[in-house]
């Protein structure tokens, strides 16, 4: 075959890439039946731990628990579950293999319940899923969450998998920032993301020696998210939700001890410095904004934040206290970022797909009318994750 007949390399490429950007065209949350109110929570976690005698802990864990302004949070792990693994409350004795295969079970039949939320709402069907992208930190496993997921919802065997794994909270933004690269270089692609978060894998008991430790115990909770994304809407079916305009990253130097996770045989483990936390955020997420929007000429300093809807990951309420006071936010702008963490409490990488569904919920019914916005989730490393979003205007008011 002569070389004249054969279309060149650019031109493949052409060919190849969406024509417009990534857009967000659906989403679905979920969480596991069992239910326990943060008032609750602290008596709930010494008796099934029964370590009741511990009450300078308990006392502490109280303070922890006030100090999250979390309301309720959701677990996959019952008190019956825990009784049959009293292995789980103490660090000294392996527990990895156990925790690993209640999670292996239960992770992607809760990630399918999201994900089924999320296609129903973009009104394809799920064979037309050409990517999976699956973001978690409770399993350790291959195969994995993403193919178990993948026969749960009856994907295509063609189906492009991808597995992120420990990103910890900035694993939804994560998740998303590589599913617009999918997206847009992959004409006609369909990218569900699905996180999905057990706590099983993190689950301890109280230990006079690290009281610190409480903190997790206090502000994580379960639950999946999941995502459609894809470029070029085919109309009257899909309708866009948001345009992902750019997508960023951001490790700030000389932090990496701040935030840690490692999988031990005890289980996940790590160590999160609140009082060095808690700031951290607040101190570097201006120049992130600066440095996004700058890259593509919209905006210039002196910029009104107030300007833009937000999509944050809440991590605890100190941190969007922080983030405010620093952008000086109007009250309300990070009300889509409190809500979840009250409802539902700090569910690592589920939560910032919650906080983007609930800012989509809130903007239909409440008729906001930003455009611009701004997704940020934070993560070890210590790392900022940042994506621009544009609202899709005719959609505003639509119940979808």
Excluded at 134 to 152: C, E, K, Y
Excluded at 238 to 252: D, G, N
Aim: glycine fraction near 8%.
């Amino acid at each position: 075959m002569g070389s004249t007949t054969l279309p060149s390399v650019g031109e493949i490429r052409r060919l190849q890439r969406a024509e417009g950007p990534a857009a967000i065209l659906a989403v679905g949350t979920a969480n596991p039946p069992n239910c326990v109110s943060q008032e609750e929570y602290p008596d709930y976690y010494f008796r099934i731990t029964k370590s009741q005698h511990l009450t300078d802990l308990k006392q502490k864990l109280k303070s922890f628990c006030q100090m999250t302004s979390t309301e309720k949070r959701y677990f996959h792990h019952t008190e019956e579950l825990l009784e049959d693994h009293p292995n789980f409350f103490c660090r000294g004795i392996p527990s990895l293999d156990a925790r690993l295969e209640i999670a292996a079970a239960a992770a992607p039949e809760l990630a399918a319940s999201a994900a089924a939320k999320a296609i129903a709402k973009w009104g394809r069907q799920a064979t037309d899923i050409t990517h999976l992208v699956v973001g978690t930190n409770s399993g350790a496993q291959a195969p994995a969450v993403d193919l178990r997921l993948a026969s749960l919802l009856g994907l295509r065997a063609s189906v492009c998998r991808t597995m992120l794994n420990l990103n910890g909270c900035s694993a939804g933004a994560a998740s998303l920032r590589l599913a617009k690269d999918l997206a847009e270089n992959n004409r006609g692609a369909r990218v569900l993301v699905a996180c999905v978060e057990l706590t099983v894998v993190a689950f301890h008991g109280p230990e006079e020696a690290y009281p610190h430790k409480l903190i997790s115990q206090a502000v994580f909770g379960d639950g999946a998210g999941a995502v459609i994304v894809g470029a070029d809407a085919v109309h009257p079916i899909e309708r866009p939700l948001f345009e992902m305009v750019s997508a960023s990253q951001t490790t700030i130097p000389a932090t990496d001890g701040v935030l840690t996770m490692q999988l031990t045989e005890a289980g996940l483990d790590g160590h999160i410095f609140t009082k060095e936390l808690i700031p951290l955020a607040a101190q570097h997420i201006e120049q992130c904004l600066m440095d996004a929007f700058q890259q593509l000429g919209i905006m210039n300093g002196g910029t009104n934040w107030n300007d833009l809807f937000f999509v944050v990951h809440p991590g605890i309420r100190g941190i969007m206290d922080h983030i405010q006071r620093a952008l000086r936010l109007d009250p309300g702008k990070l009300a889509a970022s409190r809500t979840v963490l009250s409802e539902y409490g700090n569910m690592l990488g589920a939560t910032l797909i919650f906080v983007l569904d609930e800012q989509r919920r809130q903007m239909e019914e409440d008729g906001e009318t930003g455009e611009w916005g701004v997704m940020m989730g934070f993560g070890p490393g210590f790392t900022v994750e940042t994506m621009l979003l544009h609202a899709v205007a005719r959609n505003l008011h639509n119940k979808n």
